[in-house]
């Protein structure tokens, strides 16, 4: 119903543990996804992206898994630090033609991360 | 900081007044957009800037809502006969066209309507 958005996936982890986090997107022709950070009052910030024509992607201290079968992504955060409490977003977007990209991105719901120290 | 900077950072106002909203893009960057977010949800697209022409609109705009972007830079997202409904976190992203999108969020302006 309505308010299925406002109870937000979570996930607590004690400070040191690796954190994956999941989303299932919807278009099976997007082409390109995003990890966003979003922390109290502040706008998403990203973190890493990931094209559909690779299934893996590592970053500094993050992975990125992208499954198309399932349409399926996560997101690995390896030694989680009370830093890295914050919402997660993931998102999707299409490449347009010629080397361009598509305009909007689309959002999944978001998971609440809690690292305790 | 990503570089873009939104003002005011906070509006709150009665219903039935117009608000307006301004968006500072990353200087280089020729696309920007506007995004709508309300609590517990991700960020809900609205529309969007290559350089001064408005490329596409969501459904979730309504009349009410209208953007500019008349010399290619900054924005400015204007909501006329505001509604209590519209209370919202508004969120302004910009990038480059070419390659991929990744796009860069300012800190966002928080409506209130009372």
């Known amino acids: 119903g309505e308010n299925v958005g406002l109870h937000l996936p979570t996930l607590s982890v004690q400070e040191g543990d690796n954190s994956i986090i999941n989303c299932a997107y919807s278009?099976?022709?997007?082409?390109?996804f995003i990890w966003y950070k979003q922390e109290s009052g502040k706008g998403p910030q990203f973190i890493i992206d990931?094209?559909?024509?690779?299934d893996k992607r590592q970053g500094q201290r993050v992975t990125v898994l992208l499954n198309k079968t399932v349409k399926h992504l996560s997101l690995q955060i390896a030694a989680t630090q009370p830093g890295d409490s914050a919402v997660y977003f993931c998102?999707?977007?299409?490449?347009?033609?010629?080397?361009?990209?598509?305009?909007?991105?689309?959002f999944g719901q978001g998971t609440i991360l809690t690292v305790h120290p | 900081d990503t570089g873009v900077s939104q003002n005011p950072r906070h509006k709150i106002t009665k219903r039935g007044q117009n608000v307006t909203f301004r968006c500072d893009p990353i200087?280089?960057?020729?696309?920007l957009y506007w995004y709508r977010q309300t609590l517990g949800q991700g960020p809900e697209f609205l529309t969007y800037?290559?350089?001064?022409?408005?490329?596409?609109k969501s459904r979730l705009l309504s009349d009410r809502f209208s953007a500019e972007r008349p010399k290619g830079s900054f924005s400015t997202l204007e909501i006329q006969r505001t509604e209590q409904g519209d209370s919202a976190m508004y969120l302004c992203?910009?990038?480059?066209?070419?390659?991929?999108?990744?796009?860069?969020f300012g800190p966002g302006t928080r409506l209130t309507v009372l």
């Open positions: 992203a910009s990038s480059l066209v070419l390659g991929v999108n990744e796009q860069f």
């Open positions: 278009n099976s022709a997007s082409d390109y």
């Open positions: 990931i094209r559909s024509n690779m």
């Open positions: 998102a999707e977007n299409k490449a347009g033609a010629g080397g361009t990209s598509y305009g909007k991105l689309t």
């Open positions: 200087s280089e960057h020729n696309r």
């Open positions: 800037f290559q350089n001064e022409a408005q490329l596409e």
